[in-house]
T-cell receptor, first 112, second 116 residues
Framework: AQSVTQPDIHITVSEGASLELRCNYS??????LFWYVQSPGQGLQLLLK??????LVQGIKGFEAEFKRSQSSFNLRKPSVHWSDAAEYFC??????????FGKGTRLHILP | ETGVTQTPRHLVMGMTNKKSLKCEQH?????MYWYKQSAKKPLELMFV???????ENNSVPSRFSPECPNSSHLFLHLHTLQPEDSALYLC???????????????FGPGTRLTVL
């Protein structure tokens, strides 16, 4: 069965520092992988996605993620965070029948 | 209006009430979804509609009743809910998955439901 693990419930970084949010997945075939962001009181917004091809994926707002099949990971990175990046981040894995399985999320806090 | 909209944004109801949540998408999609987001739990898929036909019911209790009159509108009818049903209910839409390509889902802002 598919599953997604985000091991960090909360992450705190200083503004301007680099960020890495971890995501591990379990899926039998090549997965479709996503990162979504949710600001307070809002729905989820897609940051980036991986379907195939280049394992380093660029997204919106300066985020990127790297698919590592050997580690079953799809970690999200940003070289320098801004206060507006404070939000909850969800990693998700999809299959070919309309279902997406979401992780429990990582809440990002930014220190001024 | 663009994207996926949901009304109302907030709803408080008693356990004996009947209410409905509405979702509308302006993206030309043909697949629509209801999700439940509870505190400290992963996002849970509830229902999937493709071209107005329900293709997924993820063991949701019958006190939740979805309706999809057309590809742009999705409703969630609520009756005799329980306090544990309090959550953020999110609607999403996408173009249907073809088995060859995968299309991401676009989410609405959600309805914050409180059951007293």
């Amino acid at each position: 069965a598919q599953s997604v693990t985000q091991p960090d419930i909360h992450i705190t970084v200083s503004e301007g520092a680099s960020l890495e949010l971890r995501c591990n997945y379990s899926y039998g075939a090549t997965p479709y992988l996503f990162w979504y962001v949710q600001s307070p009181g809002q729905g989820l917004q897609l940051l980036l996605k991986y379907f195939s091809g280049d394992t380093l994926v660029q997204g919106i707002k300066g985020f990127e993620a790297e698919f590592k099949r050997s580690q079953s990971s799809f970690n999200l990175r940003k070289p320098s965070v801004h206060w507006s990046d404070a939000a909850e981040y969800f990693c998700a894995v999809g299959n070919r029948d309309d279902k997406i399985i979401f992780g429990k999320g990582t809440r990002l806090h930014i220190l001024p | 209006e663009t994207g996926v909209t949901q009304t109302p944004r907030h709803l408080v109801m008693g356990m004996t009430n009947k209410k409905s949540l509405k979702c509308e998408q302006h993206l030309g999609h043909n697949a629509m979804y209801w999700y439940k987001q509870s505190a400290k739990k992963p996002l849970e898929l509830m229902f999937v509609y493709n071209f107005k036909e329900q293709t997924e019911n993820n063991s949701v209790p019958s006190r939740f009743s979805p309706e999809c009159p057309n590809s742009s509108h999705l409703f969630l009818h609520l009756h005799t809910l329980q306090p544990e049903d309090s959550a953020l209910y999110l609607c999403a839409s996408s173009t249907p998955q073809t088995g060859v390509s995968y299309n991401e889902q676009f989410f609405g802002p959600g309805t914050r439901l409180t059951v007293l």
